[in-house]
């Protein structure tokens, strides 16, 4: 039964008050049309419940329709405040609307639906469903059902904790991210932690905090002023520093200020139920200075939802990928090796499978398998770019007089391997194949199984094309995409990842990539939508997420499109009309980390493996000690043929007991031998879900068992 949500917050604990002056300076900078002059409108107040207008509308901000990432120019040719607009719902209804001044807010309660509406999409763009549409729309309502809307949620709850934590501990405020199943919260504490004991409490504090209805309150403005604002928190001021574009958007919850994109909900009071998860260490970007605390929680729109999320998660728990590598022996992990895993027999055989389905697939693709060195000096890095960007995550060590460094990912050496000879566009498109091992300085804190390690591998490859095979080369990795997804059962959505903060190289360039990939994928057909400023600094990319058995989503495979790294390495190839050219570069990958989904599919089969990946394919078992040879010569010639057999040998046991201590342990197959099959050559066969085959020749077995494995059948036990 759910645990009663606490009222209140423990009177131990340091309240630190708000800055009186500093959010009147907030109100004056959204009153002021956020600071930038470009709101002018006359509007005032529009009536929806969001006070005045000057809070970042028609400013260019992520959400306007025009899918701008935030440079803060207006668009341009929208109409005047108050002209007639059309909005355009799923399904072709057509709404009128009124520029600047209807919200997708006031859309979902003329629609009925403004309980459940959380967060908007406008022309493609997410937003908050209190800010005014600009000009004609197309407009889509999203709640807590939907991917964005779950993540819209979870961001808003991560105020709300975050907010508690800096009023009832006195911390300071460093980051706050939402996540695949829930949301985590990083504060300064100095030496202090939070203590388990006091998690109870401190959702008791944050339900009261909801409870209170503190508005989320948007304002998009220039860097200078909003440096004024976040004077009081350096972590916030070193991630203003880091944005590249003038103009900056913060929002403010209660006493809390924080920057984010958005979009957030309306006010914390949808946020009915709210579960802290845990507490744990970090560090500031992954460095040994700044040790900060990390709260992990969850939250939801009602308690019945949070019920069914314990139910889940203890249905997960069963499933936990980490508990059945244990029992299974596959892997096991080890404190002289943080953060790396031995991979045992059973295990290996599970990994080398995926990989060996990888590689069929690049045979049949015309990828080409390379190796690579692991160890590079830094100035590889610092070339790509990778080393301001992810250089606290590269592992570095002294070689003498000079500092090497363990490859954190391939393309920068299949860069030197493009470069390394004159390159004709005769062997274009170039396609590179690496499964080299990859190491990455995780902050211990973040290591968790499989799914985030120090030393892994990818199924990473590079594409190297001109601009005209462009397009064809994306539609083929699409394509391979859903070849693997859909045997290995997996149903996938897609989104196109545009410009972050901090990239690299000129906007024209970035918005012709954007184009290109869309096309892609609208050409693909698959259903996709946009996730603005997530793409990588290099360049934009198509994320693709799987959901599991448990309708849990994971972002393992992507498709990135990259200008930047062949000007960086100044890579060309020879033009048929003899001038140099520059190659475009994608990167792939659709498995992601082999690691991480040996973890997803564990997790999603509960250790049910198919026939192909199956570490435990057969087992056999003699009725009696005295047909143990020929169960040994069984035996025999199904590993001859390949495949995973065993032998249970235990004359202590009943038949009975073996038969079902096999299927427990999740044998695909049971070939039981006894005086009648030694005479006639045969086996008699069950499934694991205890279905009798009957006796059959073990030649046409084997052959059967060939076919299904080869096949990747997904259900081989009903086909066989």
Not at 88 to 114: K, M
Not at 320 to 342: K, N, V, Y
Request: charged share 20%; glycine share 10%; net charge positive.
């Amino acid at each position: 039964m759910t645990r009663a949500l606490l009222a209140g917050a423990p009177r131990r604990y340091r309240v630190s008050g708000p800055d009186p002056e500093r959010f009147r300076w907030f109100q004056r900078l959204r009153q002021d049309g956020n600071g930038n002059g470009n709101t002018g409108n006359g509007i005032g107040n529009t009536g929806n419940g969001i006070g005045n207008t000057g809070n970042g509308i028609g400013n260019g901000n992520t959400g306007n329709g025009n899918g701008s990432t935030g440079t803060g120019s207006p668009r341009s040719g929208r109409p005047p405040p108050g002209a007639p607009i059309r909005i355009a719902l799923p399904g072709g209804r057509l709404l009128p609307g009124r520029a600047l001044q209807t919200t997708p807010y006031a859309v979902a309660a003329q629609l009925g639906v403004a309980e459940s509406a959380l967060v908007a999409r406008v022309n493609g763009a997410l937003q908050d469903l209190e800010q005014p549409l600009e000009g004609d729309s197309d407009l889509e309502l999203l709640d807590f059902s939907s991917a964005e809307g779950r993540e819209a949620f979870w961001r808003s709850g991560a105020f709300v904790l975050g907010a508690v934590l800096e009023q009832f501990y006195g911390a300071t405020f460093c980051r706050a991210r939402a996540t695949e199943d829930g949301f985590h919260c990083d504060v300064h504490m100095g030496d202090r932690t939070v203590p388990r004991g006091d998690l109870q409490a401190l959702e008791g504090a944050c339900a009261a905090f909801a409870r209170a209805g503190h508005r989320f309150e948007r304002l998009e403005a220039p860097k200078q002023r909003l440096r004024e604002l976040l004077e009081h928190n350096r972590f916030q001021l070193q991630q203003l520093e880091e944005v590249t574009s003038p103009m900056a958007t913060l929002y403010r919850c209660g006493p809390l200020l924080q920057l984010c994109r958005g979009p957030l909900l309306r006010h914390t009071g949808l946020i009915a139920a709210l579960r802290v998860l845990s507490s744990s260490a970090a560090l500031w970007r992954g460095l040994g200075s700044g040790s900060l605390q990390r709260v992990a929680a969850v939250a939801f729109p009602g308690v019945p939802e949070l019920s069914r999320w314990e139910r889940a998660q203890e249905e997960a728990a069963q499933r936990d990928h980490r508990r059945i590598g244990r029992e299974q022996e596959l892997f096991f992990f080890h404190e002289l090796s943080p953060g790396s895993c031995f991979f045992l027999p059973r295990g290996a055989h599970i990994y080398n499978a995926l990989v060996e389905f990888i590689r069929s697939e690049y045979r049949a693709r015309g990828f080409q398998e390379v190796v690579t060195p692991n160890i590079f000096h830094p100035r590889l890095w610092e070339l790509s770019g990778h080393w301001h960007h992810y250089g606290p995550n590269i592992f570095s060590c002294a070689a003498g007089p000079e500092a090497l460094a363990l490859k954190p990912m391939n393309c920068p050496a299949h860069c030197l391997m493009f470069a390394h000879r004159p390159r004709s566009w005769r062997e274009l498109p170039l396609r590179l194949a690496d499964f080299g091992v990859l190491h990455r300085n995780e902050p211990p804190g973040t290591l968790t199984g499989l799914t985030r390690l120090r030393r892994f591998q990818q199924d990473d490859a590079h594409i190297f094309c001109t601009m005209d095979q462009l397009e064809q080369e994306l539609g083929s990795c699409l394509d391979f995409v859903r070849k693997v997804y859909d045997v290995l059962g997996f149903a996938f959505r897609m989104a196109l990842a545009t410009r972050p903060h901090g990239f690299l190289g000129d906007p024209e360039t970035w918005d012709q990539a954007e184009k290109i990939l869309e096309r892609s994928l609208s050409t693909f057909g698959h259903p996709w939508e946009l996730s603005p400023g997530d793409g990588a600094f290099y360049g934009p990319k198509i994320d693709i997420r799987i959901r599991d058995a448990l309708g849990r989503q994971h972002q393992c495979g992507t498709i990135q499109l990259d200008f930047q790294m062949p000007e960086r390495f100044g890579l060309r190839y020879t033009s048929a009309g003899g001038a140099p050219q520059r190659p475009v570069l994608l990167h792939r990958a659709v498995l992601g980390s082999v690691e991480r989904m040996v973890a997803v599919l564990a997790e999603s089969c509960g250790g049910r493996w198919p026939l192909w990946l199956s570490p435990m394919q057969v087992m056999v078992i003699p009725q009696a000690p005295h047909v143990e040879e020929y169960a040994r010569e069984v035996q025999a010639v199904l590993r001859g043929g390949g495949l995973m057999a065993d032998l249970d040998a235990d004359a202590g046991a009943t038949l009975a007991r073996k038969i079902r201590r096999a299927q427990l342990s999740q044998y695909n197959f049971q070939m039981v031998v006894g005086p009648r099959e030694r005479a006639s050559g045969t086996v008699s066969i069950r499934t694991r879900d205890n279905r009798s085959v009957g006796q059959r020749e073990l030649g046409p077995v084997l052959r059967r068992l060939q076919e299904l494995r080869d096949a990747r059948v997904r259900d081989a036990e009903r086909c066989f």
